[in-house]
């Protein structure tokens, strides 16, 4: 099994973006909040009238050379798209009519993909990528390959990409999985590969699913979160301490969090937002979790100084937050100038990105 902690991968379309938490959450509602933020393995991006991006957009899976600064600087090489996401390898951005344009990220230009309709979510990892496409089914593809329907997800509001394996949130609340099921992956309580979309067992009602490399979480209407998967890195966040390679095949319930408005995933790390304050568990070699530390964490612990926020995104070892008065704040891992100010390894506190 490849270790998530030492591995690299992007998850585009775990974006969050609060609302109130009085109410029951809905995963209708949910589905259509407005994003500004997207991430990829190692860059992010704000959107607005233009997308600004900073750190590596077009990196090959094999890094032959340093790339030079102005490829590091926040840029605005889109134009106008709703959010961009991509792992070694693979970079998809998405305009904000629906279509989709995907390439290898070696700095050639992007090509659109042919798909049946406007997408409505899209999920990236580093081996394809998945699109919500209203009231059909999600599409999925790999680098070089034709869009392949997924049976039984007509109607999905929501979808996630891990390594080997994806999630579709159903409108009704419930999610599926399908692909490689090593370390239980598609939370159906066994480790058996599915071709074909399979319930995750004992969730309760359903409003988003995010999913990391190797694991996957759940946010209920109520606000509960709750993960399956991989984790040795402390992913799951339920405070269990487990050996390398350990995981859950069901999903187990993240200590000590209610009242959660939204969820997101990067590599081997996940955050949930409430009120305005962010809290983050799993993976932290390089500041990931944002708590000020470098030590991996089993159960949820507060990002520092930062609160006021609207959204936040996982990218790959590294988070960003938008703030209530429209300024980012990144952290974690800088070696590509993903977080902002410089290339900097470990940014284990937020870190104010300058865009102008």
């Known amino acids: 099994m490849r270790h998530s902690s030492a591995s690299t991968a992007l998850l585009f379309g775990t974006l969050l973006s609060c609302g109130s938490s009085a109410q029951p959450l809905d995963a209708a509602s949910v589905a259509q909040r407005t994003m500004r933020l997207s991430a990829g393995a190692h860059f992010s991006c704000l959107h607005g ?17 340093p790339p030079a600064a102005e490829q590091l600087a926040p840029r605005s090489p889109f134009g106008d798209v709703r959010a961009v996401g991509g792992g070694p390898g693979f970079l998809c951005a998405t305009r904000r ?11 050639q230009p992007l090509s659109v993909v042919s798909l049946p309709g406007s997408t409505q979510k899209l999920a990236v990892g580093d081996e394809r990528a998945c699109a919500v496409m209203n009231d059909r089914p999600i599409q ?25 394996f994806a999630c579709a949130l159903a409108r009704q609340g419930t999610v599926s999985c399908w692909g490689n099921n090593e370390a239980g992956f598609l939370g159906d309580g066994t480790t058996n590969a599915r071709e074909e979309p399979r319930a995750v067992a004992s969730l309760p009602n359903v409003v988003q699913v995010v999913a990391g490399r190797l694991f996957a979480c759940a946010l209920s209407s109520t606000g509960t979160v709750h993960c399956w998967g991989l984790g040795d890195d402390g992913q799951l966040g339920d405070g269990v301490e487990r050996k390398l390679d350990a995981f859950s095949s069901e999903p187990v319930t993240v200590k000590g969090l209610s009242g959660v408005e939204a969820i997101a995933a990067g590599h081997g790390h996940a955050c949930a937002l409430k009120q305005g304050e962010v809290r983050c568990w799993g993976a932290n070699s390089v500041g990931q979790l944002g708590d000020g530390t470098t030590e991996r964490r089993f159960a949820p612990v507060a990002v520092k100084g930062l609160d006021g926020v609207v959204e936040v995104v996982g990218g790959g070892g590294h988070s960003c937050a938008l703030r209530r008065d429209d300024t980012v704040w990144c952290w974690g891992n800088g070696s590509f100038g993903q977080v902002g100010g410089g290339l900097t390894p470990t940014v284990p506190t937020p870190r104010r990105v300058e865009l102008r």
């Open 97 to 107: 009519d629906g279509e989709v344009a995907c390439g290898t990220g070696d700095d």
């Open 140 to 164: 999925c593809w790999a680098p070089g390959s034709a869009p392949q329907a997924v049976a039984g997800t007509e109607g999905s509001l929501g979808v996630a990409v891990g390594i080997g």
């Open 49 to 65: 009238g233009t997308t600004t991006c900073w750190g590596l957009l077009s990196m090959p899976k094999e890094l032959k050379s």
